[in-house]
């Protein structure tokens, strides 16, 4: 415990042994103390009716000759609070601040903190970190709260077992590799951490995810997928000339290596890789991250029922609905800080379910990105700085979101934006989004709308004749998004018969 409860306790015989003193500043300016007491709910009243000892007490032991103030809190910690306050304190260790995201908080059953460092990082935190952490915790609620540090080899993150990992990893041994392009069967490939400028015949390796096929403007078709190590991802597209397809949901979540050429964009630190060649394989160190279970209760974000008027009639009397829109499907969108999954941070997501061909149920939610909002970002969204502040997390939300998309198929327009947010929130955080399928409209509008020119949202909308009431929120892009998608899934399906 720190000196003051330690000396208000010794003075008082225990009278205070029940309330916690984690914080105590001086405002020079108005030369007043402010007293920060955490306590049970229980105690409130106690400590009210004491705040005259307690405030003699204060100024005796610190010597203060001004005016006391108290800020009193009986408030148990719940997962997001205690999360905060952990990653409050972390971010003063700046050697210890590349571990932030594997920073995890429950409170059932007891309350705990749970943290992952890499061996290196832990020898370092061993003495003082650590210590000063577990005195931050003790002084700072009235309950015990258990704190759980886990040393691994290669940084890892996660909640609830389900880890993924931060690979280090330059390069991957290779074994048991079944060629699908081509005759690819190399015994080493680059991890895509290594992958940071332009290259040629280049073979890298990660885990498939999000295969969307593709049909351009002018008819020919190609293939658009992620590979990801964990904590990286990089887009991959493939031409097939008239060949099979690799966008194929057989090949999810497995991993394999790929032969190609890279183009790397420095500005959004994204690479593209086009592919020559593919193969199946076992990569030494590098494995799916396995599936949490569905949470049993939305904890942070509820989703809403979704009524429009409208919906009744869309596939009543003549108007079959469609085999496509067969199952569940979320759509969603991010509004973010910037364009780069490596350094920006979501600020909004917003999402709408599609179930037996309806809208029936919107998620959303601001999103503090614990950073500044650019300027043109904010004149182009609408989302300030001051609206984010103090909003959940994104590892707080996604938990919610998992619950949401559990057993659906997600949907985008220009997927290859949002999904690696997705993708690379969840890895770091436990929620493996990676089995999902994936559709994109900008995928389907050359299909469903013949001729049409740019395939942004607002174009696509155009053409179907629908309105985007409030562009680049992300709720309201989603709920477009939606729309579009039914709507080309029924142009498709007409056309068909």
Same mark, same amino acid.
């Given at each position: 415990?720190?000196?003051?409860?330690?000396?208000?306790?010794?003075?008082?015989?225990?009278?205070?042994?029940?309330?916690?003193?984690?914080?105590?500043?001086?405002?020079?300016?108005?030369?007043?103390?402010?007293?920060?007491?955490?306590?049970?709910?229980?105690?409130?009243?106690?400590?009210?009716?004491?705040?005259?000892? /307690?405030?003699?007490?204060?100024?005796?032991?610190?010597?203060?000759?001004?005016?006391?103030?108290?800020?009193?809190?009986?408030?148990?910690?719940?997962?997001?609070?205690?999360?905060?306050?952990?990653?409050?304190?972390?971010?003063?260790?700046?050697?210890?601040?590349?571990?932030?995201?594997?920073?995890?908080?429950?409170?059932?059953?007891?309350?705990?903190?749970?943290?992952? !460092?890499?061996?290196?990082?832990?020898?370092?935190?061993? &003495?003082?970190?650590?210590?000063?952490?577990?005195?931050?915790?003790?002084?700072?609620?009235?309950? &015990?709260?258990? #704190?759980?540090?886990?040393?691994?080899?290669?940084?890892?993150?996660?909640?609830?077992?389900?880890?993924?990992?931060?690979?280090?990893?330059?390069?991957?041994?290779?074994?048991?590799?079944?060629?699908?392009?081509?005759?690819?069967?190399?015994?080493?490939?680059?991890?895509?951490?290594?992958?940071?400028?332009?290259?040629?015949?280049?073979?890298?390796?990660?885990?498939?995810?999000?295969?969307?096929?593709?049909?351009?403007?002018?008819?020919?078709?190609?293939?658009?997928?992620?590979?990801?190590?964990?904590?990286?991802?990089?887009?991959?597209?493939? $031409?097939?000339?008239?060949?099979?397809? #690799?966008?194929?949901?057989?090949?999810?979540?497995?991993?394999?290596?790929?032969?190609?050429?890279?183009?790397?964009?420095?500005?959004?630190?994204?690479?593209?890789?086009?592919?020559?060649?593919?193969?199946?394989?076992?990569?030494?160190?590098?494995?799916?991250?396995?599936?949490?279970?569905?949470?049993?209760?939305?904890?942070?974000?509820?989703?809403?029922?979704?009524?429009?008027?409208?919906?009744?009639? !869309?596939? &009543?009397?003549?108007?079959?609905?469609?085999?496509? /829109?067969?199952?569940?499907?979320?759509?969603?969108?991010?509004?973010?800080?910037? #364009?780069?999954?490596?350094?920006? $941070?979501?600020?909004?997501?917003?999402?709408?379910?599609?179930?037996?061909?309806?809208?029936?149920?919107?998620?959303?939610?601001?999103? &503090?990105?614990? $950073?500044?909002?650019?300027?043109?970002?904010?004149?182009?969204?609408?989302?300030?700085?001051?609206?984010?502040?103090?909003?959940? /997390?994104?590892?707080?939300?996604?938990?919610?979101?998992?619950?949401?998309?559990?057993?659906?198929?997600?949907?985008?327009?220009?997927?290859?934006?949002?999904?690696?947010?997705?993708?690379?929130?969840?890895? $770091?955080?436990?929620?493996?989004?990676?089995?999902?399928?994936?559709?994109?409209?900008?995928?389907?509008?050359?299909?469903?709308?013949?001729?049409?020119?740019?395939?942004?949202?607002?174009?696509?909308?155009?053409?179907?004749?629908?309105?985007?009431?409030?562009?680049?929120?992300?709720?309201?892009?989603?709920?477009?998004?939606?729309?579009?998608?039914?709507?080309?899934?029924?142009?498709?399906?007409?056309?068909?018969?």
């Amino acid at each position: 415990m720190n000196e003051i409860y330690n000396k208000i306790n010794e003075k008082t015989e225990g009278k205070y042994a029940n309330i916690r003193f984690p914080k105590i500043t001086f405002d020079r300016k108005t030369k007043i103390a402010m007293v920060t007491i955490v306590c049970d709910q229980t105690n409130v009243g106690f400590v009210k009716s004491n705040l005259g000892e /307690l405030g003699s007490l204060i100024k005796e032991i610190c010597g203060f000759n001004t005016n006391v103030v108290f800020d009193i809190s009986g408030e148990p910690p719940t997962p997001a609070s205690l999360r905060a306050a952990v990653v409050g304190f972390t971010e003063k260790f700046s050697y210890v601040s590349s571990m932030l995201h594997t920073v995890f908080a429950e409170v059932e059953p007891v309350p705990c903190v749970r943290l992952k !460092m890499h061996t290196t990082m832990y020898d370092l935190a061993k &003495d003082d970190y650590i210590p000063r952490l577990k005195e931050f915790l003790l002084n700072s609620y009235v309950c &015990d709260v258990k #704190l759980d540090v886990r040393v691994v080899e290669y940084a890892q993150s996660g909640t609830m077992g389900s880890a993924g990992t931060v690979s280090t990893k330059t390069e991957y041994k290779l074994s048991n590799l079944v060629p699908i392009l081509g005759a690819l069967n190399p015994t080493t490939a680059k991890a895509i951490s290594a992958v940071t400028e332009r290259a040629y015949n280049v073979t890298v390796c990660g885990i498939f995810v999000m295969p969307v096929p593709f049909v351009s403007k002018g008819g020919s078709s190609y293939d658009k997928f992620l590979l990801y190590d964990g904590d990286n991802t990089i887009q991959c597209v493939y $031409r097939p000339n008239g060949g099979p397809s #690799l966008a194929k949901p057989e090949y999810i979540n497995k991993t394999v290596c790929i032969l190609g050429n890279v183009e790397y964009d420095g500005m959004r630190q994204e690479a593209i890789l086009s592919v020559r060649e593919m193969a199946l394989c076992t990569a030494e160190d590098l494995s799916v991250i396995p599936l949490a279970p569905c949470p049993k209760d939305y904890a942070v974000v509820r989703p809403q029922s979704y009524e429009v008027f409208v919906q009744s009639s !869309m596939f &009543d009397g003549d108007v079959q609905m469609p085999p496509t /829109l067969d199952g569940d499907f979320v759509v969603f969108d991010f509004e973010t800080t910037g #364009l780069s999954v490596l350094s920006d $941070r979501p600020t909004e997501l917003g999402a709408v379910k599609i179930s037996g061909g309806k809208l029936t149920e919107s998620f959303s939610t601001l999103i &503090d990105p614990r $950073r500044e909002i650019p300027p043109e970002v904010v004149e182009k969204t609408g989302i300030t700085n001051e609206m984010v502040k103090g909003q959940p /997390l994104f590892e707080d939300v996604l938990p919610d979101f998992y619950k949401f998309t559990y057993g659906c198929s997600v949907v985008c327009h220009n997927i290859a934006f949002d999904f690696p947010f997705l993708l690379r929130g969840g890895n $770091r955080s436990g929620w493996a989004f990676g089995d999902r399928r994936t559709f994109d409209t900008m995928a389907i509008a050359p299909l469903a709308l013949p001729g049409i020119g740019r395939l942004t949202l607002d174009k696509v909308l155009e053409g179907l004749g629908l309105v985007n009431d409030n562009a680049h929120r992300a709720t309201s892009d989603a709920e477009a998004t939606a729309k579009a998608f039914i709507a080309m899934q029924r142009k498709l399906n007409q056309a068909k018969n």
